[in-house]
């Protein structure tokens, strides 16, 4: 899709085409400090002209409040285009945090990128 890659210290993002669907992989931590990059990786995604986002949470091991907030910024910016963010390989620990946060009625999970990449496209 020609996006830059953010590389933090503690933070990876990069972005491939599966299908036609953006899929935004992540790995590492998000926290006060990388939440900006998470950030700047999803505003790039949409602004690349994508309504349907799949964000690959597999190798993020911690994810604070932060990097939730930018998640809700990311629905508020694709939901008036008719647009979703859709979660992969949520941990046990970001599962739970969605939720007691009730933030699970608001993305759609799935267990793989092919199980989202499906349901987009219907």
Do not use: H, W
């Amino acid at each position: 899709m020609g996006l830059a890659q953010v590389k933090n210290a503690n933070l990876k993002t990069s972005v491939e085409n599966v299908s036609g669907v953006p899929v935004l992989k992540v790995a590492g931590e998000i926290d006060l400090y990388t939440s900006p990059d998470f950030k700047s990786a999803i505003i790039s995604t949409i602004d690349s002209g994508a309504k349907d986002i799949i964000i690959d949470l597999t190798d993020v091991s911690y994810m604070d409040s932060g990097g939730f907030g930018v998640l809700l910024g990311a629905v508020r910016k694709v939901k008036p285009l008719g647009g979703s963010i859709n979660l992969v390989g949520c941990g046990e620990n970001i599962r739970r945090i969605l939720s007691i946060t009730r933030l699970d009625t608001i993305f759609k999970l799935f267990a793989s990128v092919d199980e989202a990449v499906k349901a987009i496209k219907g």
